[in-house]
């Protein structure tokens, strides 16, 4: 079973358009969760952390459960700008970040 | 807003030539980090640094890599005798608290 797993995509959906990627991840010992985004041949950019309480930033909306082993994150009144893979990454308390393959997200206008 | 940088932005060698990829971390960074990402694939971490020693290694972290601080600001990842297949973006990161990690712009290398 792959450490973190998340559903390729690509997710096409009109600007304006409320979407949503789910993740789960392997290691129960986990301990910080993060969501980070990656433009085409570019670093990947920290957008938020994501605690089990469930946190906003913005349009941007990340949910943990910790008895799943499953995270989301809920984009509101998607922009053309917002067209990136969105990566999943986990932290199991090594201090490695083990990272998802991504999801594909193109908005279109 | 500090920022993660590193040189060359592409650097072409040629298989068995040794190559150093340098990194200046955000300046009150504890922490540092080497990841790769080949072509296509997702980003794989390599090598972990805090208190001036590596604190973790990957897999493929093996004898040909090896990563230095010389000094008080830069931090190098060098690659001994570099292989077709260490062909890949790699990114160096850095990290003070639990927030999580800033990421450079990515050295590509390509090894002919």
């Known amino acids: 079973r792959k450490e973190v797993e998340q559903d390729p995509g690509p997710f096409n959906v009109p600007e304006g358009a409320t979407v949503a990627f789910n993740c789960t991840y392997s290691n129960s010992a986990s301990q910080s969760f993060f969501w980070y985004r990656q433009d085409c041949r570019k670093e990947p950019k920290l957008l938020m952390s994501?605690?089990?309480s469930g946190n906003e930033d913005g349009r941007f909306t990340a949910q943990l459960n910790r008895a799943s082993q499953y995270i989301s994150l809920l984009i509101r009144d998607s922009k053309l700008s917002d067209s990136a893979t969105y990566l999943c990454?986990?932290?199991?308390?090594?201090?490695?970040?083990?990272f998802g393959s991504g999801t594909r997200l193109q908005v279109q206008p | 807003e500090p920022e993660v940088t590193q040189t060359p932005s592409h650097q072409v060698t040629q298989m068995g030539q040794e190559v150093i990829l340098r990194c200046v971390p955000i300046s009150n960074h504890l922490y540092f980090y080497w990841y790769r990402q080949i072509l296509g694939q997702k980003v794989e971490f390599l090598v972990s640094?805090?208190?001036?020693?590596?604190?973790?290694k990957s897999e493929i972290f093996d004898d040909q890599f090896s990563v230095e601080r010389p000094d008080g600001s830069n931090f190098t990842l060098k690659i001994r005798s570099t292989k077709l297949e260490d062909s890949a973006m790699y990114f160096c990161?850095?990290?003070?608290?639990?927030?999580?990690?800033?990421f450079g712009p990515g050295t590509r290398l390509t090894v002919t």
């Open positions: 994501v605690y089990s």
């Open positions: 640094f805090y208190n001036n020693e590596i604190s973790e």
């Open positions: 990161a850095s990290r003070r608290g639990e927030v999580g990690q800033y």
């Open positions: 990454v986990v932290n199991t308390g090594r201090r490695a970040l083990t």
